[in-house]
């Protein structure tokens, strides 16, 4: 699951101060067309399927989350790139405070547009975490992340 962080934005200079917690990154690349979501990752072609779940609003410490269950699964393989589509693709950098660690900040560079126009970038700042009933070690580290970034940055 995801949480979002109700002040979520980061810039180029917060990334480089996290940068001592970087642990590794990951690119993704989705084309939405009218035949649905289409994920190219290592020359093949998945169609995906959209899993929604509603969204709930938490507290930990003094900050606000939203909790975002939703999630993207593998709906059947596809074998062609759709004429007219949107290209997003993501850079997905991951953070966390030690190894093992069972919370990731996750900072997501996306760039998308249509096929041969202007892109537009933006960033997207979220928390992975395994359980819905979050425990006192994995607030903590939410809290000790958030922290961190807004202490070193001012």
């Keep these: 699951m995801r949480l979002y962080p109700e002040h979520g934005t980061i810039t180029q200079q917060d990334m480089d101060i996290m940068s ?9 690349h989705l084309l939405y067309a009218t035949s649905g979501i289409i994920q190219v990752h290592k020359n093949k072609l998945n169609r995906l399927k959209v899993v929604d779940m509603p969204t709930k609003q938490i507290s930990i410490g003094n900050h606000s989350f939203l909790l975002d269950e939703s999630k993207y699964v593998v709906d059947c393989e596809w074998f062609q790139i759709p004429r007219d589509h949107l290209e997003e693709q993501t850079i997905k950098t991951y953070y966390r405070l030690r190894p093992g660690a069972l919370v ?16 537009h970038t933006s960033y997207l700042v979220y928390f992975n975490v395994n359980n819905v009933a979050l425990s006192h070690g994995e607030e903590e580290d ?13």
Excluded: C, N, P, Q
């Design 20 to 28: 001592r917690f970087k642990y590794k990154e990951d690119a993704v």
């Design 104 to 119: 990731e900040l996750v900072v997501e560079r996306k760039t998308f547009g249509v096929s041969g126009e202007s892109r």
């Design 142 to 154: 939410i809290v000790s992340l958030l922290e961190t970034l807004k202490s070193d940055s001012s």
